[in-house]
């Protein structure tokens, strides 16, 4: 069983904002997908976290052949790892849908195999936790969730630099060093979720 944390960064036009939330607009691609693999039973802790790794469209011909490298990635590392746990941050609702829907569009494997690889697997979306330390769902006496810089904010980790609209304005510029170091700044998703574990154990330890 091991965990694959991912988190990926998509292109808003400035014709049509639709573009980065929805994979199907025409001008519609992914950016950046930044992930790191723990062949492990238990997700890593903070001295067990390894370099992420970073994909980026503009070091390949065309989005088709960047998505497909990543796809070919998957494929390996689900074939040696059956019991696969996606992680990351509004993973169910984003980033795997839009992966989906960009390699759908693409030709990237039919419907069936990209169902299998990106929603068959396990997943722990952080973003579905966050309720638990949100002020709000104490505030509104629901479950409410929070941004992820929320989140670091309430761990005392280092926030995100900007926002993730902020990339399409420097990929159309070529400012692709910016690009990189928004998303470094991005991916503390291993330390979010130890951090979310260590907070949902000091709860049952106080309520026990």
Do not use: H
């Amino acid at each position: 069983m091991g965990f694959l944390f991912l988190d990926i960064e998509t292109y808003q036009s400035e014709k049509n904002g639709d573009s980065s939330l929805n994979p199907y607009e025409e001008e519609s691609k992914v950016l950046v997908i930044s992930y790191s693999y723990y062949n492990s039973f238990k997700p890593p802790k903070k001295g067990e976290i390894k370099a992420t790794i970073y994909l980026k469209v503009w070091d390949y011909p065309d989005e088709k052949i960047f998505l497909d490298e990543f796809y070919n990635i998957l494929k390996k590392i689900k074939k040696e790892d059956k019991y696969l746990k996606f992680v990351g941050f509004n993973i169910s609702t984003f980033d795997l849908p839009y992966l989906f829907g960009r390699m759908k569009v693409l030709k990237i494997g039919n419907e069936q195999e990209l169902y299998e690889m990106l929603f068959r697997p396990f997943q722990i979306d952080i973003y579905q936790l966050s309720s638990i330390i949100s002020e709000e769902t104490k505030n509104y006496e629901q479950l409410w969730n929070i941004s992820q810089k929320k989140m670091s904010r309430f761990f005392k980790l280092q926030e995100k630099e900007g926002e993730g609209q902020d990339c399409s304005g420097f990929y159309d510029k070529k400012d692709y060093e910016k690009i990189l170091n928004y998303c470094k700044s991005e991916f503390n998703l291993e330390i979010l979720l130890d951090c979310m574990y260590l907070k949902i154990k000091e709860y049952r330890r106080e309520n026990n």
